[in-house]
């Protein structure tokens, strides 16, 4: 069985600060990893990608991946009361052709103004 | 249409009926997903069509569940005989090989 673990949450925030979201997974064979927002009743949508070790910055997001540790996060500076959604940790296989996604629970963040 | 659109956004059934679920995805995705998502939940992968071939049902919970998308465009998730435990949001997405993957608003299904 393949897994991606989030910490529940939640996690409180102060506005203005850093908030960081971490992730594991157990397949050492995936490639792509993602990271989605999710508001309440709403469905995911996408945030960032990430394939290669290191930071990925994209605004006041910032992805890192350690393949070595199987470890994935997710930073967003500047916290903002709109950032308070579940952020969901998703990982793709290797395998050519296999566009499956398998998420993690989600974390829940709330940004406290 | 410019999203996936998914359809009926709400439904209630009671216990033991069939239900029906629809997805509309983005004109020219060819891939299409669907997935279950339960209150509190990450979304659970059920199946994956590339065009009109089922190439992964290895999510589906049990033989109640089927998926089908026979011209490669619309998919129809057919829930037989419903039970509580089948209560969820179910997601589709589609994307083009590769690309990123879009949801639609999904479907709350709940059964009584």
């Known amino acids: 069985q393949k897994e991606v673990e989030q910490n529940s949450g939640p996690l409180s925030v102060p506005e203005g600060a850093i908030a960081s979201l971490n992730c594991t997974y157990s397949?050492?064979?995936?490639?792509?990893f993602f990271w989605y927002r999710q508001y309440s009743g709403k469905s995911p949508e996408l945030i960032m990608f990430?394939?290669?070790?290191g930071d990925k910055e994209d605004g006041r997001f910032t992805a890192q991946l350690n393949k070595a540790s199987q470890y994935v996060s997710l930073l967003i500076r500047d916290s903002q009361p709109s950032d308070s959604a579940t952020y969901l940790c998703?990982?793709?296989?290797?395998?050519?052709?296999?566009?499956?996604?398998?998420f993690g629970t989600g974390t829940r963040l709330t940004i406290i103004p | 249409g410019a999203g996936v659109s998914q359809s009926p956004r709400y439904k209630v059934a009671k216990r033991g009926q069939d239900v029906a679920l629809r997805c509309d995805p983005i004109?020219?995705?060819?891939?299409l997903f669907w997935y279950q998502q339960a209150l509190g939940q990450g979304p659970e992968f059920l199946t994956y069509?590339?065009?009109?071939?089922?190439?992964?049902k290895s999510g589906l919970p049990s033989d109640r569940f089927f998926a089908e998308r026979p011209e490669g465009s619309v998919s129809t998730l057919k829930i037989q005989r419903t039970q509580q435990e089948d209560s969820a949001v179910y997601l589709c997405?589609?994307?083009?090989?590769?690309?990123?993957?879009?949801f639609g608003e999904g479907s709350r299904l709940t059964v009584l």
């Open positions: 990430i394939y290669s070790n």
């Open positions: 997405a589609s994307t083009r090989v590769g690309g990123e993957l879009f």
């Open positions: 069509f590339q065009n009109e071939a089922q190439l992964d």
């Open positions: 397949d050492r064979g995936s490639q792509s």
């Open positions: 998703a990982v793709k296989e290797g395998n050519f052709g296999n566009e499956k996604l398998t």
């Open positions: 004109s020219g995705h060819v891939s």
